[in-house]
Every structure is written in structure tokens, then in C-alpha cells.
Nanobody, 124 residues
Framework: QVHLVESGGGLVQAGGSLRLSCAASGHTFSRYAMGWFRQAPGKERESVAGISRSGGNTYSADSVKGRFTIARDNGKNTVYLQMNSLKPEDTAVYYC?????????????????WGQGTQVTVSS
């Protein structure tokens, strides 16, 4: 089992940046592919970015490509989401998730472990 705790959310003006962190404890972090998801009020949870367990392969949703970057440090048991050029439509609760798999997936049900979420609010 792995326990995930997100941090780094907050209120930022449009065009600003935030870096989310997700610290993992429990089983060996490097066995898990990791994903970042977000959910805005009244909307379904959507995949934002994913990274393979080695860190060698990454994915970014079209809506955030070129603005958001996912990275991981297996030595620190942490995955990051660097968010630049933030837009009001990025406002959501952001969750990190772990899948006992070599590669990421964009399907939420494929992830067995989730953090509690961190709120990101982008003002216009």
C-alpha cells in the first residue's frame, strides 16, 4: 500500500505559476507509475499528466501541454507538477495517484491509490 499527500496548491493570478508536490510513503515508490488528475466543480475527474515509474516516459493532456510539466524524484519518493502560464480554467482540485504498473494511464480507475487533493484557484 502507498500513502500519498499533495501540497503546493493555492490562489494565483492568471499567468502565474505553482508547483504541486506529492509525497509518497509505504511501498517502494519506484514500482508505481504516477498521475496527476484534476476535478472542477460539476465536472468529471480528468487526467492532466502522467509519468512512468522510471521517469523516462511522460504524458501531458492537450489542455496543459507546453504549460505543465510532470517530474519525479524516486530518491525523495515525490512526484511534481510544475504549472506555468496558469489560466482560470485550470481552477480545480488536483489529485495525485499511483498505479502499480510500469507506465501511466489516463484512466482514473486504473490507479489504486489517491491523495486527498489540493485546491488550485486561478483568478482572472
Amino acid at each position: 500500500q502507498v500513502h500519498l499527500v499533495e501540497s503546493g496548491g493555492g490562489l494565483v493570478q492568471a499567468g502565474g505559476s505553482l508547483r504541486l508536490s506529492c509525497a509518497a510513503s509505504g511501498h517502494t515508490f519506484s514500482r508505481y507509475a504516477m498521475g496527476w488528475f484534476r476535478q472542477a466543480p460539476g465536472k468529471e475527474r480528468e487526467s492532466v499528466a502522467g509519468i512512468s515509474r522510471s521517469g523516462g516516459n511522460t504524458y501531458s493532456a492537450d489542455s496543459v501541454k507546453g504549460r505543465f510539466t510532470i517530474a519525479r524524484d524516486n530518491g525523495k519518493n515525490t512526484v511534481y507538477l510544475q504549472m506555468n502560464s496558469l489560466k482560470p480554467e485550470d481552477t480545480a482540485v488536483y489529485y495525485c495517484a499511483a498505479a502499480l504498473d510500469p507506465f501511466y494511464t489516463v484512466v482514473p480507475s486504473e490507479y489504486g491509490y489517491w491523495g486527498q487533493g489540493t485546491q488550485v484557484t486561478v483568478s482572472s
